[in-house]
């Protein structure tokens, strides 16, 4: 079975520090020992998008974000756990400046996976 690797932000949500005009969830989360409100708002149709997906392929959400914030989000965006696996930033090879998601620690062959993200920087250990 193939894996499809999804990125978090700018990917299925887009989320804000600052409150803005619209959002769908308002997370408070905790980093080093202040809270914030962090304002997630949704892609369309991302959820139906997760469930189509999960009959298709294994789907993993890895992203350079902090576990604090994108483990309970991906708890209200993937209440199913459609989602097998998550990795975070602890999971990201610090290079430059820039968290860089090592597919290999994924465990599965490369040339099973799929990865759907932004920016070419997150996956440069594997172009």
């Given amino acids: 079975m193939k894996t499809l690797v999804l990125d978090l932000d ?8 600052k409150q803005p005009k619209n959002y769908h969830i308002q997370l408070p989360v905790k980093m080093d020992s202040r809270e914030f409100i962090v304002y997630v708002l949704i892609r369309p149709g991302c959820r139906e998008f ?3 997906m999960a009959k298709i392929y ?4 890895y992203t350079a974000s902090l576990s ?3 483990d ?3 708890d209200i965006i993937d209440p ?5 696996a998550r990795l975070f930033r602890e999971h990201c090879t610090l290079m430059d400046g820039v968290y860089v998601k090592d597919l ?7 040339g099973n ?3 759907i993200d932004n920016s070419r920087n997150s996956y440069k250990l594997q172009p």
């Fill in 104 to 110: 290999s620690k994924l465990g599965r062959s490369l």
């Fill in 58 to 61: 294994e789907v993993v959400v």
């Fill in 50 to 52: 997760l469930e189509e």
């Fill in 80 to 84: 199913q756990r459609l989602c097998t």
């Fill in 72 to 74: 309970p989000l991906m």
């Fill in 10 to 17: 700018e990917t299925l949500v887009h989320s804000a520090f």
């Fill in 68 to 70: 604090q914030y994108a």
């Fill in 113 to 115: 996976l799929i990865l």
